[in-house]
Structures are given as C-alpha cells and as structure tokens.
T-cell receptor, first 110, second 117 residues
Framework: RKEVEQDPGPFNVPEGATVAFNCTYS??????FFWYRQDCRKEPKLLMS???SGNEDGRFTAQLNRASQYISLLIRDSKLSDSATYLC???????????FGSGTRLQVQP | NAGVTQTPKFRVLKTGQSMTLLCAQD?????MYWYRQDPGMGLRLIHY???????AKGEVPDGYNVSRLKKQNFLLGLESAAPSQTSVYFC????????????????FGAGSRLTVL
C-alpha cells in the first residue's frame, strides 16, 4: 500500500466549476502536509501548505482531517490555467525527505 | 537567480553505459535531493544530502551513486545503465530538511529525461 494515495483522475471539469481532490495518508506520524502543482513536462512547484485549521489562498482551499487521515484541495471557479497535476505531499516524522503522492490530473475545459 | 539547474536535460544511453547528472543550486540550501518520476508512481526519492560531504540513501537507491563535494552541487551517477532506469529525474533543494518544523519548501530543477535502450 502506498503511503500517500491519490485518485489519478483525470478530472475533466468545465471552466467555472468547483472541483475537489482528496488524498489519504497511511502513516499516523505524518506531521505536515502540502499541495504541489506540476504542469505537463515541468517540475513540481509548491501550491500551498495545509494547516490543521484549514487554509485558503484565493480560489484554493486546503483542509486536513487527522482523524480520518486525509487532506483535501478545493478549487473554485476553475480556470483553463488550473489544468495540471496536483501532488499531495506529506512530511512523515523521522524522515529527512518529503513523501509524494502520484498526483491527480485536472483538465479544465472551455 | 537561476535556482536549481540540471544538466543535461535529455540523454539517451545504451544498456551498460555510464553517465552523471549534475544538479547545481545557487540558493545556499543545505539539503539536496534526487527523485525519479515514472508514470503512476509519483516522485520517488533516490538519494539525498543534508550538507556538503554527506549523502544518504532514499527509497530507490540501487543502481545509483551520488556525491556532494561542494555545497551547491549534487551529482547523480549511473555506473551501468539499465532500461529500468529510463525515467525523468528531478533534483531539488531546500533550506531546511523535512525534520525541521515549519515549511520546508522544495525548489525543483526542470528535470532530466533519460532513456536507456
């Protein structure tokens, strides 16, 4: 079982739609959480950190549910430029490096 | 600022050949990492370094060696390339390691696409 699981998608949504992705993690020692964005054939870039109380950055909202061991990313009013793969990233206690999920692909259509 | 620079961007090798991927960062970061990315597998950690002169194994280290002789450079070597090493390789660096509290943002290079025939 992968330590960080994501639905690979693709999620095909029209412009203006609201879309949500979930990510589950198996290691209860996970301490901090992030969403990275990766455009096709490009490198991953940090989208946002995920805080326990939930946090928002413009059209993006991230939430953490420690009891059920999942995090979510909500994108409101989707833009064509949001088309990308969204990587769920977890910092597991005791490890020197972050652990990546395999990503969820989003395709926003006109 | 260049950030993290990887060379070469593309390479085709024959089975058994050797090569070195170079990663250079100009942000004075202590931590550097090499990941490989394969379809459906996500990013998997090959080796990492917590400072100049140190290296450690990650999740998938077999078939690779690394060196960090200078703080700004992290080299990934393939001694005898195999088709299973066909992948996209990403180098990344961070100011703090994952054990540190607070955000430890990774800055990635643009990737190196390696094909082993």
């Amino acid at each position: 079982r992968k330590e960080v699981e994501q639905d690979p998608g693709p999620f095909n949504v029209p412009e203006g739609a609201t879309v949500a992705f979930n990510c589950t993690y198996s290691n209860s020692a996970s301490q901090s959480f992030f969403w990275y964005r990766q455009d096709c054939r490009k490198e991953p870039k940090l989208l946002m950190s995920v805080y326990s109380s939930g946090n928002e950055d413009g059209r993006f909202t991230a939430q953490l549910n420690r009891a059920s061991q999942y995090i979510s990313l909500l994108i409101r009013d989707s833009k064509l430029s949001d088309s990308a793969t969204y990587l769920c990233v977890v910092n597991i206690a005791g490890r020197r490096a972050l652990t990546f999920g395999s990503g969820t692909r989003l395709q926003v259509q006109p | 600022n260049a950030g993290v620079t990887q060379t070469p961007k593309f390479r085709v090798l024959k089975t058994g050949q050797s090569m070195t991927l170079l990663c250079a960062q100009d942000m004075n970061h202590e931590y550097m990492y090499w990941y490989r990315q394969d379809p459906g597998m996500g990013l998997r950690l090959i080796h990492y370094s917590v400072g100049e002169g140190t290296t450690a194994k990650g999740e998938v280290p077999d078939g690779y060696n690394v060196s960090r002789l200078k703080k700004q450079n992290f080299l990934l070597g393939l001694e005898s390339a195999a088709p299973s090493q066909t992948s996209v390789y990403f180098c990344a660096s961070s100011h703090m390691g994952a054990r540190s509290s607070g955000a430890n943002v990774l800055t990635f290079g643009a990737g190196s696409r390696l094909t082993v025939l």
